[in-house]
Nanobody
Framework: QVQLVESGGGLVQAGGSLRLSCAASGRSISSYAMGWVRQAPGKEREFVATITWSGGRTFYADSVKGRFTISRDNAKNTVFLQMNSLKPEDTAVYYC???????????????WGQGTQVTVSS
């Protein structure tokens, strides 16, 4: 079992930056694909970014490509999401998630964190 805890969310003005962290416990995530998924009010969960177990490959939703960067530190059992040039439409609860097997560009994961709120004001 993998437990995931997100941190780093908050309120930021449009154009600003935030860095989300996801601390894993229970077992090593070094063999898991990791991802970030977000959910805005009244909307379904939306894939944001994912990274392979080694960190060698990353994939992004078109809406965040060039602005967000996902990374991981397997030695610290932690995953990050650097978010730059934030827009009001990025406002959502951001979830960290882990998946056995290959990366996918859809919100289908085996383990989920509780989420952290990101609010971008205009």
């Amino acid at each position: 079992q993998v437990q995931l805890v997100e941190s780093g969310g908050g309120l930021v003005q449009a154009g600003g930056s935030l860095r989300l962290s996801c601390a894993a416990s229970g077992r090593s995530i070094s063999s898991y694909a990791m991802g970030w998924v977000r959910q805005a009010p009244g909307k379904e969960r939306e894939f944001v970014a994912t990274i392979t177990w080694s960190g060698g490959r990353t994939f992004y939703a078109d809406s965040v490509k060039g602005r967000f960067t996902i990374s991981r530190d397997n030695a610290k059992n932690t995953v990050f999401l650097q978010m730059n040039s934030l827009k009001p439409e990025d406002t959502a609860v951001y979830y960290c998630a882990a998946r056995r097997g290959p990366v996918v560009t859809s919100p289908t994961y085996d383990y989920w964190g509780q989420g952290t709120q990101v609010t971008v004001s205009s």
